[in-house]
């Protein structure tokens, strides 16, 4: 990965996770999106929560998280409720949305009796769907975003349900990192980005909001910069943005990186064009000029990658209107100016005009 540029969004297991790229060779950009805190859920109100469930008894618990799992029965072992709470959950119906949160349950002798491959919610939810769970108690985890949907769901269906809130994922409390990120994707200066929570992308995503630059971030999510997720429950957040993913089959951070890698070595060749003793090369959303790298973004990027990708066919100024970054494909004009500011980057002669047609770039 020598040479990439790597930006790393999450604000857990960050040391790991930069050494994990840094030792491949990128260069990493950090900008953790998210503190995880109580997020307004004081002490007295879990503590009360705890107190309420083991008072009462619980037919069915959810853990969807390890973090959670260990920060809730921390805390109730500071309150010396730790052996009430494990002896109600035992007589319980135990299930697990991942890994994580199964690993931490039987850190403390709890063990699961299902849980998805998908390491999905939404998959925990059908599953309860799919039964009688009428009269039941059901006893939710929560996780960093509010499962308030999901729990009146199951009350529709008749079920009794508690929820239990730990931790909430919030902004970051420094997010101008986070619009440094944003501007960098926007403007295609990183060939990947790394996501390892749901919540992270959405923050991501508001933030290129607040900042004007969503369109733009969108597009080079779309081409040019890799988002790299976790597994599929992040990457899941990215569908309403109709951005694709890079993720591996197992939703770990060793195999997130080398999935990142493999993808990144398949780029590695790139697109090289060669118009006399001059040579082009692109690679991912970074451009080089006769072995010098030269700064592109926005509109002339947009319009170098779209000749590109058609080497020697020529491309008509409605055509290329199409690929401009959204908000900026007003005119046939905005075309010809991104064609003018493409040349001043790159050089004369790489693009090249076909009277009344359009413009091409010559095959290789």
Not at 141 to 164: K, N, P, T, W, Y
């Amino acid at each position: 990965m020598k040479g990439y540029r790597v930006g790393i969004t999450s604000a857990r297991k960050i040391e790991e996770l930069a050494g994990l790229l840094e030792r491949r060779g990128a260069t990493v950009e950090s900008a953790p999106v998210l503190s995880i805190g109580t997020g307004g859920i004081d002490e007295e109100s879990l503590k009360a929560a705890t107190k309420a469930v083991i008072e009462s008894q619980v037919d069915v618990f959810v853990a969807t998280t390890g973090v959670g799992i260990r920060g809730w029965f921390e805390a109730a072992q500071s309150w010396g409720l730790l052996d009430d709470l494990l002896a109600v959950l035992k007589g319980s119906e135990i299930l697990a949305r991942g890994p994580k949160s199964v690993g931490a349950l039987r850190q403390y002798g709890l063990r699961e009796l299902w849980s998805p491959e998908s390491e999905s919610m939404d998959e925990v939810l059908s599953h309860l769907r799919g039964r009688s769970v009428s009269g039941r108690r059901i006893v939710v985890q929560e996780h960093g975003l509010s499962l308030s949907m999901s729990a009146e769901a199951l009350r529709v269906q008749g079920a009794d349900v508690e929820i239990v809130s730990v931790y909430r994922c919030e902004p970051a409390g420094d997010l101008a990192p986070v619009f440094k990120l944003v501007e960098k994707i926007a403007d295609r200066e990183l060939d990947a980005v790394t996501f390892t929570s749901a919540p992270a992308v959405t923050t991501l995503m508001e933030v290129a909001t607040a900042s004007g630059r969503r369109e733009r971030v969108v597009d080079a999510f779309s081409d040019g910069v890799l988002a790299t997720c976790v597994g599929p429950v992040t990457a899941a957040a990215f569908e309403p943005f109709g951005v694709p993913t890079v993720q591996p089959e197992r939703a770990r951070l060793g195999p997130m990186v080398r999935a990142l890698e493999d993808e990144l070595r398949k780029r590695n060749e790139g697109t090289a064009i060669t118009v006399g003793t001059r040579r082009l090369l692109i690679r991912g959303g970074r451009v080089f000029v006769d072995g010098i790298e030269v700064r592109v973004s926005g509109a002339p990027l947009s319009i170098l990658l779209a000749l590109t990708d058609r080497p020697g066919v020529v491309l008509s100024r409605k055509q290329l209107m199409a690929h401009l970054p959204s908000g900026q494909a007003s005119s046939e004009h905005a075309v010809e100016m991104a064609v003018a500011r493409l040349r001043s980057a790159i050089g004369p002669g790489l693009v090249q005009t076909v009277v009344k047609r359009g413009y091409r770039v010559p095959a290789p």
